[in-house]
């Protein structure tokens, strides 16, 4: 392992944002990163896996550690569950393709969800009416001061909404190694009730469909709303849909009767931020190179050669907008680098 000096970050993060980094390292193994740890000259430490969830706003002046760790194996089955261990450095979408040639189910409603496995977690990433702690088992991660190597079961990690203990009070504190997921291998249960999956099925005329199909369906409905990163700077859905209690919600709807909605339970109901944002203006607009996306307004863009200060001050025009026109507050699901 090699600490290299004043490394580009441009590749390591999906908005494409310009930025350097002091030092850099790549780790792909426990061991490597268990050592670099304990280089007490390193005392600053930045911690980047698939950089599909930061926005990066000025250079870091810190070590950087690159976490690559790859492989996947089969921890735990039986006749009908299949438990997975799944290193960090594994690309999350790449792992969902593997599930489903194996024909195991749990992860297909997950498809092109950008990023690694080791910072699924820390999001509780979800989509289309999933969420990583469907099927989430635990974890492994290093404490960064004791270099000590705990486990984490899905109670310790206290997710919520794009919400867990790793952005909460272990922010800054673990460098998650392992993660563990639990998949069934035959009587799989299919979600196809939440969004445009049903329809997007119909479409391709699929009318009893396999895990396959609504995971075709998902990056269909995906690939039609969201830009590649690769072709377009973005990092996803930039916010949260803020989530409202039914009196908020009423109050809404009287003024707004075709305000779209989620009910979560009798009293809390879910708004899709981007019909907020769309609502106030934003969608397909350019600020030099920062931009909202033309077909989803939840999205920021990267044009080309925005800055991650660029991408923030808009992001900061969106939530003034619309606490002013809707007295909602909206919060970013991007984790922002200052």
């Known amino acids: 392992m090699e600490i290299l000096r004043n490394i580009s970050l441009k ?31 390193y005392t600053d430490r930045f911690i980047i896996s698939g950089g599909s969830n930061i926005l990066i706003t000025k250079d870091i002046d810190a070590l ?40 195991y189910g749990g992860l297909q ?8 496995c080791g910072t699924a977690p820390i999001q509780n990433i979800g989509a289309y009416g999933v969420e990583l702690k469907d099927c989430f088992v635990g974890c492994d991660a290093i404490h960064i001061k004791s270099k000590e190597l ?26 998650i190694t392992t993660i563990y997921l639990k998949l069934t291998k035959r009587n799989h249960v299919l979600n196809t009730s939440y969004g445009a999956i049903s329809s997007e099925l119909k479409k391709q005329n699929i009318i009893i ?14 690939q039609e709303k969201l830009p590649d990163p690769k072709e377009l700077g973005n990092s996803g859905s930039f916010f949260k849909n803020p989530v409202v209690t039914k ?30 944002i769309e609502q106030c203006g934003f969608k397909g607009k350019r600020y030099k190179d920062a931009g909202v996306h033309s077909k989803q ?15 923030l001050d808009l992001a900061h025009n969106i939530q003034k907008s619309v ?11 991007v984790n922002i680098i200052k």
């Open 11 to 41: 590749e390591y993060n999906t908005f494409g944002i310009a930025a350097t980094a002091k030092f850099f390292a790549e780790i792909t193994t426990i061991d490597d990163l268990i050592q670099v740890l304990g280089q007490e000259s």
């Open 64 to 103: 950087v550690l690159h976490i690559n760790i790859k492989g996947i194996t089969v921890a735990k089955e039986d006749a009908d569950h299949v438990v997975l261990k799944v290193n960090a450095g594994e690309n999350w979408h790449n792992l969902v393709l593997w599930t489903l040639d194996q024909d």
């Open 109 to 116: 409603n997950l498809s092109l969800i950008p990023g690694n």
């Open 150 to 175: 705990r486990s984490f079961t899905k109670e310790d990690c206290k997710f919520g909404y794009r919400d867990s203990f790793f952005k909460n009070d272990g922010k800054g504190k673990y460098i």
């Open 209 to 222: 469909p396999n895990i396959k199909d609504v995971s075709n369906a998902v990056v269909a409905i995906r």
């Open 247 to 276: 009196e908020v919600f009423n109050t809404l709807h009287g003024a707004y009767s075709d305000i779209p909605s989620y009910r979560i339970s009798e009293d809390v109901y879910k708004i899709p931020a981007g019909w907020l």
């Open 297 to 311: 307004a939840l999205v920021l863009v990267n044009y080309g050669s925005a800055t991650g200060a660029d991408i």
């Open 323 to 333: 606490l002013e026109k809707f007295n909602i507050r909206i919060l970013p699901e």
